[in-house]
Antibody, heavy 115, light 111 residues
Framework: EVQLVESGGGLVQPGGSLRLSCVGS????????MHWVRQVPGKGLLWVAR????????RYADSVKGRFIISRDNAKNTLFLQMNSLRAEDTGVYYC????????WGQGTLVTVSS | DVVMTQTPLYLSVTPGQPASISCKSS???????????LFWYRQKPGQPPQLLIY???NRFPGVPDRFSGSGSGTDFTLKISRVEPEDVGVYYC?????????FGGGTKVEI
């Protein structure tokens, strides 16, 4: 069974940093593209970033480019999202997804940027 | 960026009746590999989105056959042949032909 478990969310002040993690199981993690997708509670979905298996192909949404870094540790089946210079508009539930396009989704971790 | 426009915003349905949701993209989602990179998801309250249809018309394993996807180019439709009570939720279309991946605004389906 495919499982994706996110962690690392929380309350952070504007300008602060946070590192999200996502542990995958039930599939060959190193082979798969992975994405982060954000959802403001009660609102729609916004794609944030994606990374391929060997980290040679990485893309970001314009709104996070230069502030967020997506990476992975295939030995630990873990995907990361380092979020720096956080803004109020970065608030939301962050989902880790698996696939060239998002096929499987984790339960999400809530990030709140507020003073 | 590819803009995805969904209609309607809200859909009130009767169990046993059909329902359909429309999604339009600002550019063609037909790739040179012959696949159309249009996806449909359903999100139930308090849950993450779940994939229903991938690459235009392929049902994800475990998705009932009352769900079907169709369309071409820039116009797409998700159809539910006979709505069941568990079909309530918000439905999203998404394109992945090019980054940034973009989602439609969602259609809330209520019984």
């Amino acid at each position: 069974e495919v499982q994706l478990v996110e962690s690392g969310g929380g309350l952070v002040q504007p300008g602060g940093s946070l590192r999200l993690s996502c542990v995958g199981s039930g599939f060959t993690f190193s082979n798969d593209w992975m994405h982060w997708v954000r959802q403001v509670p009660g609102k729609g979905l916004l794609w944030v970033a994606r990374i391929n298996g060997d980290e040679t192909n990485i893309r970001y949404a314009d709104s996070v480019k230069g502030r967020f870094i997506i990476s992975r540790d295939n030995a630990k089946n873990t995907l990361f999202l380092q979020m720096n210079s956080l803004r109020a508009e970065d608030t939301g539930v962050y989902y880790c997804t698996r696939g060239g396009s998002p096929f499987y989704w984790g339960q999400g971790t809530l990030v709140t940027v507020s003073s | 960026d590819v803009v995805m426009t969904q209609t309607p915003l809200y859909l009130s349905v009767t169990p046993g009746q059909p329902a359909s949701i429309s999604c339009k993209s600002s550019q063609s989602l037909l790739n040179s590999d012959g696949n159309t990179y249009l996806f449909w998801y359903r999100q139930k309250p308090g849950q993450p989105p779940q994939l229903l249809i991938y690459e235009l018309f392929n049902r994800f394993p475990g998705v009932p056959d009352r769900f079907s996807g169709s369309g071409s180019g820039t116009d797409f439709t998700l159809k539910i042949s006979r709505v069941e009570p568990e079909d309530v939720g918000v439905y999203y279309c998404m394109q992945s032909i090019q980054p940034p991946l973009t989602f439609g605004g969602g259609t809330k389906v209520e019984i």
